[in-house]
């Protein structure tokens, strides 16, 4: 068996809003092993990005806070750890590519400034401008940037969608961590560039050996990318499976809502009705952008 | 390609250049179509290949460089300040976000009720009466008169949207992605009130979408655009039949599928490569030989034109040649 990586143990957050306390994440707990690749699915506001806040430390406190459950990343706790500590292990441990390049990546510097940052304060704090260059040139070398060194020089203005994912790819790629954590890579692409972002992601990712956790609400694109897979609902995990198993065994009527969803989109014949439960989903406590939207559940 | 029939839209070879700093960008070049009544014809492209500058058009917030439009056997190849108001009543249009196509600082009572005032229908007694009806007829509750947009969430939003298209009495309406900011769950809910309204109310729908996998269900007639113009359109199941253009396989062989039974039902993987070219650039030839896979010499010198190659079913590629017939009636 692989070794543990990255661990969650019953992770609870809450947020204090105007209207009262909102428990966003009860209850998470899921394993990342060496190399492994972990999809988690679920729909806007159930607690995907959230959970991947905590891992990195970045969530907003206040509102938001962590009331319970630890973060174990080489057996060490994550929460438990001073700035100081967690910085080292921010970029060069773990790193991140976020759902929207255009706000990821800052306008004002350029490709090259942003990546050698990254390099830079991800453990080569001494290495000279130079080496930082040839590594960054590197990085965008192998996200198969056309011309990298033209691009190392360009503002992201001057890139397309898809080129700016991959800039972000490079940078989270740079100083080779651990865990990589893709926040809905590629919802912002169309889905020829969708097709091409995920397969070099495949690609770099095994030449790396980098643990993945894939964030997403397409089934489609975890079946493609992910081992095992998480389903999320309004904070907590509702089904978890190797990834065939999942799409050949759905158990949670969540699930089987979500999988009907897609395929009844992709599917020959007559767009069917789905029967529509009204969930008060006052009483859940997630899911605060929907407070008083349908949600779907039920297989027929 | 146009047959002669009462269509509600006909477009024929419809232009739309912009003229910037960096050149001409050709973001709607010799596009044609036609959309019956109670039809829904899904105009499906990436982002860049002209198909919201093809509702803007048809909509009236451009005029269009050259070509012609029809609305019912009526000219329309104009803004929609030239156009006569009972036109601007029967074409209407939903946007692709709720958020910022609805004035944030209105109530949803004077958001519906403006189409209303604009074109003078009912007594203003009356109006209030229809905007309740319109609320009901989206199945959301009648004390929502009184919200504004931002308490409302991204589907109810939508609705709220899609019941402004309504309070006129359309007869077209223009889909300028309406679902693709929300999540699946209330997508499929407003496809299914779209698709209800259709029946009812005898409907023509222009889809525009980069969701081609959602057209197989919604669609009547699928048009594929790239680098603004049309590379192939097809009745729906002959569409999916007999995917025929090398970028509709491509598009096709893209999307990621979440059973067994679908990716049989999918072309060859098509290894998808390169991106869309600058609409101010555009390639010589036809305009998807830079990334075409069976893409050969002619590809980059001639451009293609418009075959039938089934009843119905129109591809613009040079490697489905005119019938000899039609080009020896070019050539004299």
Redesign the interface.
């Known amino acids: 068996m692989a070794t543990t990586i990255l661990q969650i143990d019953d992770l609870h957050v809450s947020f204090q809003v105007y209207e009262g306390t909102l428990r966003v994440l009860n209850g998470v707990s899921f394993g990342v092993d060496g190399s492994q690749r972990v999809g988690l699915v679920g729909?806007?506001g159930c607690g995907k990005t959230t959970t991947m806040r905590c891992v990195l430390g970045i969530l907003q406190t206040p509102p938001g806070r962590i009331t319970q459950g630890r973060i174990l990343f080489h057996d060490k706790n994550l929460l438990k750890m001073s700035q100081g500590e967690f910085q080292k292990i921010r970029g060069s441990g773990i790193s991140m590519i976020f759902q929207d390049p255009v706000a990821a990546l800052n306008p004002v510097f350029t490709v090259g400034d942003q990546i050698s940052s990254v390099i830079r304060y991800g453990g080569h704090q001494k290495a000279s401008a130079k080496a930082i260059k040839a590594r960054a040139v590197e990085a965008l070398h192998e996200v198969r940037l056309p011309d990298p060194e033209r691009m190392f020089a360009s503002y992201p203005v001057q890139l397309?969608?898809?080129?700016r994912q991959r800039v972000c790819i490079a940078m989270a790629l740079a100083t080779e961590p651990d865990v990589m954590i893709a926040d809905e890579p590629t919802t912002a692409l169309?889905?020829?560039?969708?097709?091409?972002v995920?397969?070099l992601l495949d690609a770099l990712v095994s030449r790396h050996g980098t643990s993945v956790i894939f964030i997403t609400?397409?089934?489609?694109?975890v079946?493609?990318m992910a081992d095992w897979v998480y389903v999320m609902y309004a904070g907590s995990i509702v089904e978890g499976a190797l990834k065939d198993e999942l799409?050949e065994r759905p158990l949670h009527p969540y699930t089987l809502?979500?999988?009907g969803?897609?395929?009844?989109?992709?599917?020959?014949?007559?767009?069917q009705?789905?029967s529509?439960r009204r969930v008060d989903v006052d009483s859940i406590p997630a899911a605060p952008?929907?407070?008083?939207?349908?949600?779907?559940s039920g297989p027929n | 390609m146009i047959a002669v029939r009462n269509d509600t839209l006909v477009v024929e070879d419809l232009k739309k250049f912009f003229t910037t700093t960096r050149g001409v960008v050709r973001a709607v070049d010799r596009v044609s179509f036609a959309l019956g009544e109670g039809e829904t014809l899904g105009l499906v492209g990436e982002s860049g290949s002209g198909k919201s500058t093809v509702a803007y058009t048809v909509i009236g917030l451009f005029a269009p460089t050259s070509g012609r439009m029809l609305f019912e056997g009526k000219d329309i190849s104009k803004t929609v300040w030239k156009r006569p108001r009972e036109l601007t009543q029967a074409i209407q249009i939903v946007f692709q976000d709720p958020g910022t196509s609805l004035n944030p600082r209105r109530s949803v009572q004077q958001i519906l009720e403006l189409p209303l005032q604009v074109h003078r229908i009912g007594t203003r007694h009356d109006r209030k009466r229809r905007v309740i009806e319109l609320l009901q007829r989206v199945e959301l509750p009648e004390d929502y008169l009184y919200k504004s947009p931002h308490m409302l969430g991204g589907g109810e939003r939508q609705m709220i949207a899609v019941a402004r298209a309504l309070a006129t009495g359309p007869r077209l309406i223009l889909l300028d992605e309406p679902t693709s900011a929300l999540d699946v769950s209330i997508q499929a809910k407003i496809i299914n009130m779209l698709l209800r309204f259709q029946k009812e109310m005898h409907l023509a729908y222009l889809f525009i979408t980069h969701d081609l996998s959602l057209m197989r269900n919604v669609a009547t007639r699928v048009a594929i655009m790239y680098l603004g113009r049309v590379c192939e359109i097809a009745p729906t199941d002959k569409f999916f039949r007999n995917p025929t253009h090398p970028y509709t396989q491509m598009l096709l062989s893209s999307i990621p599928v979440v059973s067994k039974e679908e990716e049989a039902v999918k072309p060859a993987q098509i290894v998808s490569t390169g991106e869309i070219p600058s609409p101010v650039n555009v390639p010589p030839g036809c305009g998807f030989h830079t990334r075409c896979t069976v893409c050969s010499t002619p590809c980059s010198e001639s451009e293609p034109q418009m075959v039938e190659v089934e009843e119905g079913h129109f591809v613009s590629c040079l490697h489905f040649p005119p019938p000899a017939d039609a080009e020896s009636v070019q050539t004299r």
């Open positions: 729909e806007a397309s969608g898809g080129m169309d889905v020829t560039i969708q097709a091409q995920l397969r609400h397409s089934l489609g694109v079946r493609e799409f809502g979500l999988m969803e897609e395929s009844r989109r992709g599917s020959p014949g007559a767009f009705t789905t529509i952008r929907r407070r008083r939207s349908v949600v779907e």
